[in-house]
Nanobody
Framework: QVQLVESGGGLVQAGGSLRLSCAAS????????MGWFRQAPGKEREFVAR????????YYADSVKGRFTISRDNAKNTVYLQMNNLKPEDTAVYYC?????????????????WGQGTQVTVSS
């Protein structure tokens, strides 16, 4: 099973940008589709973005489409989430996830491995 470590979170003003990174170890990340989820205080975890294993096809939640970009560097075993035009409602703990199975991408139980999360706070 792959181990995941997120970094890059922080405090930013509305309209600003952050780039999250997710470093994978223990297995080659190219064996996995990779994704990002987030969980705001008092809310359930929600899907943010996914990138496929080899062809790097991306898919986004409607709430972030056009503002966030997921990408991967398989040589570095790292996945990124570039977040632009951040809004206060983007405030959450962001989690990196990996999977090599199928199922609905937005369902957390269809993902095999999770990172510990990184806090993103957007001030108004």
């Amino acid at each position: 099973q792959v181990q995941l470590v997120e970094s890059g979170g922080g405090l930013v003003q509305a309209g600003g940008s952050l780039r999250l990174s997710c470093a994978a170890s223990g297995s080659t990340s190219s064996n996995y589709a990779m994704g990002w989820f987030r969980q705001a205080p008092g809310k359930e975890r929600e899907f943010v973005a996914r990138i496929t294993r080899l062809s790097s096809i991306t898919y986004y939640a409607d709430s972030v489409k056009g503002r966030f970009t997921i990408s991967r560097d398989n040589a570095k075993n790292t996945v990124y989430l570039q977040m632009n035009n951040l809004k206060p409602e983007d405030t959450a703990v962001y989690y990196c996830a990996a999977r090599h199975t199928g199922g609905t991408v937005a369902v957390g139980s269809n993902w095999d491995s999770w990172g510990q999360g990184t806090q993103v706070t957007v001030s108004s």
